[in-house]
C-alpha cells in the first residue's frame, strides 16, 4: 500500500498508520537524541519527532540542521498524545523517513521572536504564515463558505455588481476615482445595492459579494479602504421582515464557522461562550431608544473622558465608542433601527408619518465590536426618490437607470450590507480588523 499524502486537519483519521506530510517547518528543537519539529501544511501544524535511532545518520544530521521555513516531506507513524502542541494537536507523527526540499535560508525575517506591528505588516508575505494569522484567515474562508452556501440554500441568486460605476452610493467624499477613456471619471464601488435593486425586479431575491472601495480617511481599527461585503436584496420585503432575515442569516453564518472552525478558534484562544449564543431573535432598539441607554451611562460614570466620547446628539450617526457602549448592553447581536434621515443614505423609506427618521437598521456585534451590518427599506416611490436625489445634489443623469426602476413595477423592497472583515474581526476576538484580510489595504498601507 502506498503511504497516504495527508492533510494535517484530518490527522486523527489515520492514528496508528504510515502517513506523509508535505509542509514548512515552523519551529524545530532538538534535544539528545530527539528532534521535535512543528511542521505546518496549509491545513494544520503538526508535531513530527524524529528519534536519532530511527533514521539513517545523514538523515537525522540534516534534520537536526534544519531551518526555520525549510520544505520538507515528512512521513511517519500518527499517534495520539494528548500533549502534543498543534493545530489541531493531540497527535504527532513518528518520523520513519524525511526528504529535505529546500532548506530554507538561515535570515529569516519572522524569526520566533515579539515583532512590530509595523514590522510585520510590512511582512505580510511571510506573517501569514503564522499560526495566528492562518487561524483567522481560515475562518474568513470559513465565514464566506457560510454565507454564500445559506443564501443559495434560501433562494437568492448570486448577481456580480460592477466595480467601476459612473455615480456614488453611500455618499460623495469616499469615492475613488479614475480616469475612464473619453467617458469621464469613474469609480471603484463602494456598494453593489443600486445594481442589485434593479435584479430583484428580475430574479426576486439576489446578493452580490465582492471587494467594494472606500476612501475612508479614518484611521481606525474598524476601517478598511479596500473590504468585501455581501449585500443581499430582496424585493416584496419591509423593514420587519429584513430584520428577520438578517438574524436567522447571521446566526446561521455564525454557528457554521463555530462547528468548521473550533480548531482555528481554539488556537487563538477565542471564548466562544457569547458566540454559542447567537440564534434568533435579536433584540431590536430603535435610535431614540439607543440614544436614552447612552444617555444612562453617561449619567452613570464618573469617568470625565468616557462622559465625552459617549455624547451624542439627536440627528448624529453613532461613533465606533457610542457602539461599544451600546453592544456591551446586550449578550447578542443588536438591532437599532429608526436612524435620522439626515445622517444616512439618500435612498431610505421615510418612517411613516416622521420623515425625519428612516427605515434603517445595523446590526450592532456584541462584546464592543459594533456595527458589523448596515440596511434599510429602501424608497419605492419615483417622487420621493427623484426629491432625494436632487436634495443630495446627485447627478440626475448617473442615477435615470435607477429612478426608472420606481416607474415599471415598484415594490417594497430591502437590503444589507455585511461586512467580512468586521464581521470575522467579531468572530475571532481580535483587535484590528487588518488582520482578516491577506493584504489589507488602509490608509498609509497598500505594500504588500
Ligand atoms: O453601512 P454601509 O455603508 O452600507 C452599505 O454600503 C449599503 N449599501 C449596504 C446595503 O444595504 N446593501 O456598509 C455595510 C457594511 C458595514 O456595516 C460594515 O460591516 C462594512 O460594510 N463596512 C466596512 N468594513 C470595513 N471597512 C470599511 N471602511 C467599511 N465600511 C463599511
Ligand atoms: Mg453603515
Redesign the pocket.
Known sequence: MTTPIIRVEDIADYEGQQVTVQGWVYNHTHKGKLVFLLVRDGYGFVQCVAFKNDLPEDVFDQIVHLTQESSVEITGVVRADSRAPGIPGGYEIGVTAFKLVQRAAENYPLALKEHGVDFVLENRHLWIRMPSQWAILRVRAATIRAIRDWLDDNGYINMDTPILTPAA??GTTTLFATQYFDEGEAYLA??G?LYNEANIFAFKKVYCFGPTF?A?KSKTR???TE?W?V?P?IAFCDLDGLMEVEEQFVSAVVQRVLKECAAELASLGRDTTLLEKVTPPFPRISYDEALEILARLRAQTDDPEQKALLEIEWGDDFGAPHETALTQQFDKPVFVYGFPTAAKAFYMEPWPGRPEVCKSVDLLAPEGYG??????ERISDPDLLLQRIQEHNLPQDAYRWYWQLRLYGSVPHS?????V??TVTWLTGIRH?RETIAFPRTINRVYP
Open positions: 452610493a453611500e463602494q456598494t445595492q472606500r475612508e474598524r476601517h478598511l473590504f461585503m449585500e436584496e456595527e458589523i451590518i448596515g440596511g434599510s437590503g444589507f450590507g455585511l461586512g472583515e468586521r480588523i
